[in-house]
């Protein structure tokens, strides 16, 4: 009735606003990580020490055609070297225990002798290689197991030393190779797998049947 009608709306601000509202994709949230087992519990360090880095120390001509001359030379300075470990002078039964495998450097005792003074003079690593050595040539010394088990607990090598010292007292019982095996162990629930541990008890616990009868 004359009245006028009112234009269209304009469809732009319309999209406008829709714009506005879409929202943006979100980030997928990353569930937290599992913290591993080992991030709450500490393992047990006491008494590991830096690794001694000093040159290999001589070990012999493994070529050398050994007189019984040397033999008896070598068993000589073999048995000085004992007396000024006893008496405490480790650089000095360092010393003879060397000339000694000069004289013989087929006679695995020599190794493991030397390789006990440098366990005492805190040079695992001069140890391990006299115990390696040692090996090479009788396989069968619980002694060189033992020192080098003892090396191998110095530098925090647990599931070495779990292996040196059980074998040591398998071969031949040492109440201080079993002692520090107790003491090792531990360590591997925390360091080492599971197969590793249960061997180890194993182990322990053949051996308690085999030497006391008794678990």
């Not at 929202?23 to 080992?38: A, F, G, H, R």
């Not at 030397?114 to 040539?137: E, G, H, M, W």
Request: proline share 7%; aromatic share 6%.
């Amino acid at each position: 009735m004359g009245g006028t009608i009112p234009p269209a709306p304009d469809d732009a601000p319309a999209e406008t606003m829709k714009d506005k509202t879409e929202k943006q994709p979100e980030e997928p949230v990353k569930p937290p990580e599992p913290e591993s087992e080992e991030s709450d519990v500490e393992i047990d360090n006491e008494g590991v020490i830096e690794p001694d880095k000093d040159d290999p120390q001589e070990m012999g001509d493994e070529n050398v055609e050994v007189t019984e001359e040397m033999m008896d030379e070598a068993n000589e300075k073999k048995m000085e070297g004992i007396h000024a470990l006893g008496e405490g002078e480790l650089q000095k039964a360092i010393d003879l225990f060397t000339e000694a495998i000069k004289l013989n450097p087929h006679l695995a005792i020599l190794y493991a002798k030397r390789a006990s003074v440098f366990v005492k003079l805190q040079k695992p690593n001069a140890a391990i290689r006299d115990c390696d050595r040692a090996i090479q040539i009788n396989p069968d010394s619980a002694q060189t197991y033992k020192w080098r088990g003892k090396a191998h607990r110095l530098l925090g090598h647990w599931e070495e030393a779990a292996h040196d010292l059980a074998l040591a007292c398998k071969l031949d019982y040492d109440d201080e190779a079993s002692a520090m095996l107790k003491e090792v162990q531990p360590r591997l629930w925390v360091t080492g797998s599971l197969s590793v541990v249960l061997l180890h008890i194993h182990n322990y616990l053949s051996l308690s049947l085999l030497f006391f009868g008794v678990i």
